[in-house]
């Protein structure tokens, strides 16, 4: 696993979590395992590019890019990763 985020980046999509308790690291370390298995790395590279493009219609319109997932999903269209995952993701790079 490459140290830096630069070398990171090159290669996909890394996660930055609001939190550094490594029990919960561990718990999201094995959800993004399942999702990557589910639907191979690109799929999560492709969640990334989702939630940029979230986080920009939040940008444009005022808001934070978790309260547009949470209208998205009371208008029935979910997000690729649980809530119980997704509210402790800070961004994707």
Do not use: C, Y
Not at 39 to 47: M, N, P, Q, T
Not at 81 to 87: K, T
Request: aromatic share 6%; charged share 25%.
């Amino acid at each position: 696993m490459p140290h830096g985020a630069t070398d990171l980046k090159h290669l996909g999509t890394f996660i930055k979590w609001t939190t550094r308790d490594d029990t919960t690291l561990a718990t999201l370390h094995k959800a993004i395992v399942g999702l990557v298995q589910q639907g191979g790395a690109s799929g999560l590279v492709e969640i990334g590019n989702s939630l940029k493009m979230t986080e920009r219609a939040a940008s444009a319109v005022g808001g934070d890019w978790h309260d547009i997932v949470k209208q998205a999903a009371r208008d029935g269209v979910s997000f690729p990763i649980p809530d119980e995952v997704l509210r402790h993701v800070k961004r994707f790079v």
